[in-house]
Nanobody, 130 residues
């Protein structure tokens, strides 16, 4: 069964850190472009970060400087390390994977539409509160 599973969410105090993982089963993540998205209650889904097949990473302005995305090919996972968390980071975080043509191996979309042809996880809840 081909699926993505997110983990690592939870309740954290402002200023704290979380390490979100996106694990794949049934396929190899290093063949895919990976995106992290989040959706807060009452708000639209937004792109948080992504990493291309060649390792190019992008970040939303709201998390830039506080987050790092990386691949762990040995574990077939992609990790989003988030530091200095703020209450406005509270959301359900989703990872998505799409296989783009080789010519786009350095491309990393931050919108959800390109990932519509790929796979999505069910999300992990991050709550930042004191």
């Amino acid at each position: 069964q081909l699926q993505l599973v997110e983990s690592g969410g939870g309740l954290v105090q402002p200023g704290g850190s979380l390490r979100l993982s996106c694990a794949a089963s049934g396929f190899t993540l290093d063949d895919y472009t990976i995106g992290w998205f989040r959706q807060a209650p009452g708000k639209e889904r937004e792109g948080v970060s992504c990493i291309s097949r060649s390792g190019v990473a992008n970040y939303a302005d709201s998390v830039k400087g506080r987050s790092t995305i990386s691949r762990d090919n040995a574990k077939n996972t992609v990790v989003l390390q988030m530091n200095s968390l703020k209450p406005e980071d509270t959301a359900v975080y989703y990872c998505a994977a799409v296989r783009l043509p080789n010519v786009l191996q350095a491309v990393c979309p931050m919108t959800g539409n390109p990932y519509g042809r790929g796979y999505w996880g069910k999300g992990t809840l991050v709550t930042v509160s004191s």
